[in-house]
């Protein structure tokens, strides 16, 4: 799972309606038993008294240029995904349930081999129509024909959605164990057939699209700021997994167009919160009389999500790139005890895993169920996988970059590689060793431009280019770059999404997220084990073993991760008491009135 059997309930009321002798139910989860009640009410991490009203301003970096974010051309503006409803909600303090939202009740046999959903006759789009089953098949037939690859490799085991009458909408199955399906179908967003049945669903588009989620485009300047209003008449307002979300009247996003304007612009007073991602501004950009006076907060919110990796990623469509020789010593040059010390002023662990911050993330020798899954396909994977513990390079100073470099440059000379005159050159071409980092924004300047120095120790030349957000979009999507910096984000539950991060499929369909061009046998293998793990131990056996495989294909260069997440605020908000394992929910804040009173008259005195 990226946006998680027999199933085991708890004691639960039942529900009137059946399928196929499928008693129907209000929350499904991935393995074991769900924590809420059928008459439960509300999440136990958020406010159902909170109150409503008032405005939250919040930025964005770059722009944008279009409303549908569901397919992979444009650059979708901030916060559209209010705008509609999925089928279920999942639960922030679980691994993978999904509740019900759209759908009053599910459906789903022992063997996993469909899925079939009730939907809320309440339901209603924002022109007031009714939300229909044909809606359901329509947008999930749009969405593969149409929609981003993504759903292509998400719903790829899905056969056919079919129409039950008295408001059910089935989803068949195709062969195979893939017990994740029924979960998977359940976050399936739903959009209005009449709406895009006189538009073109494969454009870019600024006109405001027709939701019936609890918010919708009030307002917007292209490629500057969108306003978002909630809906009045939301017909979900009510309802157990939307109690005490969204309580903010309207939330208005700002495009920046880097982060340090951002920042200066925060400070000012220009917008309300930020999720800070850079350690430096963190630990330095907030020395500032209103954080020392208490009227903006900083704040950590502890979480126990896994943090996936982030990393220097190699394009191995480059042939550049292809050799593992050469990507496992280019890891030799980047110092990360260094950077640590000195950029990150030693906020960060090190990065070994896919699954950092989970209990999926391998660590020392394979035990037996994970050798289960290793061993059939020995003979295609690195031996490292049984003999070793994949850690990556360790620098932190001048003697232990020597070192480094020596091994980096016997892996280079290996692998077919020369210094010539102090350049890097391959000895059977004369060719130099160069490539470019392509960037996002500037703020990662400073973290590679000394690895970019580093490199030059082996001969190798590095450029660094940092481009817009459109075009790194576009380059991206049809993978024009040769090092990028990404985030493979995880779950505590992996399924169908592995497939569009490594599969053999994923590598030549662009605008899928097979960023680095993996196409092996055996690790997709490894991914239709994790797919098809029966219970919860079963995955975390066939995670690490996909993750050991990963790690020792030397794909990317590993970064950092940390366990909390960094957010700054002006004092206006109240927020929930529980923060659950996933982290801080933001849509479950509300402004305080007297907060947001007594911090105005303070700010305004001060001008």
């Known amino acids: 799972?990226?946006?998680?059997?027999?199933?085991?309930?708890?004691?639960?009321?039942?529900?009137?309606?059946?399928?196929?002798?499928?008693?129907?139910?209000?929350?499904?989860?991935?393995?074991?038993?769900?924590?809420?009640?059928?008459?439960?009410?509300?999440?136990?991490?958020?406010?159902?008294?909170?109150?409503?009203?008032?405005?939250?301003?919040?930025?964005?970096?770059?722009?944008?240029?279009?409303?549908?974010?569901?397919?992979?051309?444009?650059?979708?503006?901030?916060?559209?995904?209010?705008?509609?409803?999925?089928?279920?909600?999942?639960?922030?303090?679980?691994?993978?349930?999904?509740?019900?939202?759209?759908?009053?009740?599910?459906?789903?046999?022992?063997?996993?081999?469909?899925?079939?959903?009730?939907?809320?006759?309440?339901?209603?789009?924002?022109?007031?129509?009714?939300?229909?089953?044909?809606?359901?098949?329509?947008?999930?037939?749009?969405?593969?024909?149409?929609?981003?690859?993504?759903?292509?490799?998400?719903?790829?085991?899905?056969?056919?959605?079919?129409?039950?009458?008295?408001?059910?909408?089935?989803?068949?199955?195709?062969?195979?164990?893939?017990?994740?399906?029924?979960?998977?179908?359940?976050?399936?967003p739903v959009l209005p057939e009449h709406y895009w049945?006189?538009?073109?669903?494969?454009?870019?588009?600024?006109?405001?699209?027709?939701?019936?989620?609890p918010y919708r485009v009030k307002s917007f300047e292209a490629g500057r700021s969108i306003t978002m209003e909630?809906?009045?008449?939301?017909?979900?307002?009510?309802?157990?997994?939307?109690?005490?979300?969204?309580?903010?009247?309207?939330?208005r996003s700002d495009y920046y167009r880097d982060n340090?304007?951002?920042?200066?612009?925060?400070?000012?007073?220009?917008?309300?919160?930020?999720?800070e991602s850079a350690s430096k501004d963190w630990a330095t950009g907030y020395d500032i009389p209103a954080v020392r006076d208490g009227d903006m907060i900083k704040r950590r919110f502890e979480n126990s999500r896994p943090t996936g990796l982030q990393g220097f990623v190699f394009n191995t469509r480059r042939d550049l790139f292809k050799d593992i020789k050469v990507r496992k010593a280019l890891a030799y040059a980047f110092d990360f005890e260094w950077s640590n010390?000195?950029?990150?002023?030693?906020?960060y662990e090190r990065s070994a895993s896919y699954f950092s911050n989970s209990e999926l993330a391998a660590t020392g020798l394979p035990s037996a169920d994970e050798l289960k899954y290793l061993t059939p396909i020995k003979a295609q994977i690195p031996a490292e996988v049984f003999t070793g513990t994949y850690k990556p390079p360790t620098g932190g100073g001048p003697r232990a970059m020597r070192m480094n470099y020596r091994t980096a440059a016997r892996l280079l000379k290996e692998a077919g590689w020369v210094v010539e005159s102090g350049k890097l050159v391959n000895e059977e071409t004369g060719t130099p060793f160069a490539f470019e980092m392509m960037l996002s924004t500037p703020t990662w300047e400073r973290i590679v431009l000394p690895f970019g120095k580093n490199l030059e120790k082996l001969g190798i030349e590095m450029s660094v280019r940092t481009v817009d957000?459109?075009?790194?979009?576009?380059?991206?999507?049809?993978?024009?770059?040769?090092v990028i910096v990404n985030t493979?984000?995880?779950?505590?539950?992996?399924?169908?999404?592995?497939?569009?991060?490594?599969?053999?499929?994923?590598?030549?369909?662009?605008?899928?997220?097979?960023?680095?061009?993996?196409?092996?046998p055996a690790i997709d293998t490894l991914i239709e084990h994790v797919i098809a793990a029966p219970n919860r131990n079963e995955l975390i056996a066939s995670t690490k073993a996909l993750d050991r495989v990963l790690q020792w294909g030397h794909w990317v260069i590993p970064h950092w991760h940390v366990s909390y997440d960094r957010v700054a605020y002006w004092d206006k908000f109240g927020i929930p008491e529980v923060t659950p394992p996933q982290g801080y929910q933001r849509a479950a804040w509300w402004i305080d009135s007297d907060k947001a009173v007594k911090l105005k008259g303070k700010l305004k005195s001060e001008e």
Not at 7 to 27: E, S
Not at 498 to 518: C, D, M, P, V
């Open 230 to 251: 909630s809906v009045d008449n939301y017909w979900g307002k009510n309802t157990p997994t939307q109690k005490g979300f969204n309580n903010i009247d309207e939330i």
């Open 1 to 188: 799972m990226l946006i998680c059997g027999a199933i085991t309930l708890p004691a639960q009321p039942a529900l009137a309606g059946q399928v196929d002798g499928v008693q129907g139910t209000y929350a499904i989860a991935m393995h074991g038993a769900v924590k809420y009640d059928a008459n439960f009410k509300h999440f136990d991490y958020v406010n159902p008294e909170a109150p409503s009203g008032g405005t939250l301003r919040t930025h964005r970096i770059g722009t944008f240029d279009s409303f549908n974010s569901f397919i992979a051309k444009g650059s979708p503006a901030a916060d559209v995904g209010s705008i509609y409803n999925s089928l279920c909600t999942q639960a922030a303090d679980e691994a993978f349930t999904m509740y019900g939202e759209m759908a009053e009740e599910i459906y789903m046999p022992e063997d996993r081999s469909w899925v079939a959903f009730k939907l809320h006759t309440s339901a209603r789009w924002h022109d007031g129509k009714p939300v229909t089953v044909s809606d359901v098949i329509w947008t999930f037939n749009k969405l593969l024909a149409e929609g981003a690859p993504f759903f292509r490799f998400y719903y790829s085991n899905i056969s056919e959605a079919i129409d039950m009458g008295d408001n059910i909408v089935r989803f068949n199955f195709k062969p195979g164990e893939n017990r994740e399906l029924p979960l998977i179908v359940c976050q399936l």
């Open 197 to 213: 049945a006189s538009r073109e669903f494969n454009k870019t588009t600024l006109e405001p699209p027709l939701g019936s989620g």
């Open 341 to 347: 010390q000195n950029l990150f002023y030693g906020q």
């Open 488 to 520: 493979f984000r995880q779950s505590q539950s992996p399924g169908n999404e592995q497939r569009n991060f490594w599969s053999s499929k994923s590598a030549t369909l662009e605008g899928a997220g097979n960023y680095i061009g993996i196409s092996d």
């Open 260 to 275: 340090d304007i951002a920042l200066e612009a925060f400070k000012a007073g220009e917008y309300d919160f930020r999720h």
């Open 469 to 482: 957000t459109s075009q790194y979009r576009r380059r991206l999507d049809t993978y024009d770059f040769d």
